[in-house]
């Protein structure tokens, strides 16, 4: 019996990793260090990981996105999709002279492509917080990029980042907390604060935020640490899914107190914009195991403040 199932196993492993590498998946070598895999064929999308230097690459699809001309060749509009990377490369830093890869196929469009936040979208949502349009504006392409890759999709969860992030940041990118004089002060969109944060943060996207924290304010990074910020050191669209502000807002990493309730007051005029309505059931209080200041815990430890004593699983 042991020998039958570790056989069925051994077949199920086996066939798993077939199924990894696409049956049209063409292989090539990146020519470049530190190169930026993106999650979408445009220069404004996220960086979602770096290639520390020429590797070999598997490339299932390619997609027209944003020009890029690479020294010594020929401008190209053609992004190749990397499986295993879940992401996006330009064809020109690939060991080809072509600016369309041959012999691979265009990748699929999105069937129901996302809707982006424009200006006048958080405008009306938000009034005069919004105090610098255009510098608001500006940073809109990265930030509805960087809402994308984090899943925030639906209402609700746009909602509840956004109204986050207009308290954090007024949605401005580049902003530095003021008064703020500490090396890993506040900066960019979710005022990424305390080098236990700039530290995780600069590892996940291979970049020395330690080494340069104003890295974090620039219109390259501010956007994709926010969506880090929201999904990997914290987990905070089901938090939203839930209409549960008053989670978000302790996820987001200070003591409980009247601020709550104006973060909890821009979420509902999010909602309303963005649905017509403000559903009931929104939560806007904490409960007393989120009540402090809890910027420094671990997701881990942050997670571990919702289970109930002797829970298990």
């Known amino acids: 019996m042991v020998r039958f199932a570790s056989l069925f196993v051994a077949t199920l492993v086996s066939a798993a990793t077939l199924v990894a590498t696409p049956a049209q998946a063409v292989g090539f070598q990146t020519t470049a260090n530190n190169l930026n895999v993106r999650s979408d064929a445009y220069l404004s999308s996220s960086v979602i990981k770096v290639l520390p230097g020429p590797v070999a690459v598997d490339v299932d699809c390619q997609r027209s996105g944003d020009s890029v001309t690479v020294p010594g060749k020929a401008a190209t509009t053609w992004w190749a999709h990397l499986p295993a990377h879940n992401g996006y490369v330009t064809v020109g830093y690939l060991n080809t002279t072509a600016t369309k890869l041959p012999g691979v196929p265009e990748c699929a469009p999105n069937p129901n492509p996302p809707v982006n936040v424009t200006l006048a979208d958080v405008q009306a949502m ?25 899943n925030i999709t639906t209402a609700r969860r746009k909602a509840a980042f956004l109204a986050t992030l207009v308290h954090e940041s007024r949605l401005e990118y580049n902003i530095r907390e003021i008064g703020d004089t500490r090396l890993y002060g506040g900066r960019g969109y979710i005022q990424l604060t305390g080098d236990f944060n700039y530290g995780p943060a600069g590892r996940y996207f291979g970049i020395d935020l330690l080494g340069n924290p104003e890295l974090a304010r ?58 017509g309505s403000v559903p009931a059931g929104i939560i806007c209080t904490r409960p007393t195991a989120y009540a402090g200041d809890t910027s420094k815990l671990s997701r881990a430890q942050f997670d571990a403040l919702g289970i109930a004593p002797g829970t298990v699983g």
């Open 126 to 150: 938000f009034g005069s917080r919004i105090a610098n349009p255009t510098l608001v504006n500006q940073g809109l392409p990265s930030l509805n990029q960087a809402m994308r890759d984090a």
């Open 218 to 275: 620039s219109l390259q990074w501010s956007a994709p640490i926010a969506r880090w910020y929201w999904t990997v050191a914290r987990n905070i669209n089901p938090m939203a899914d839930a209409l549960h502000m008053g989670k978000v807002n302790a996820a987001i990493g200070y003591p409980a107190g009247a601020e709550d309730q104006r973060r909890c007051d821009s979420f509902k005029n999010a909602l309303r914009y963005l649905t």
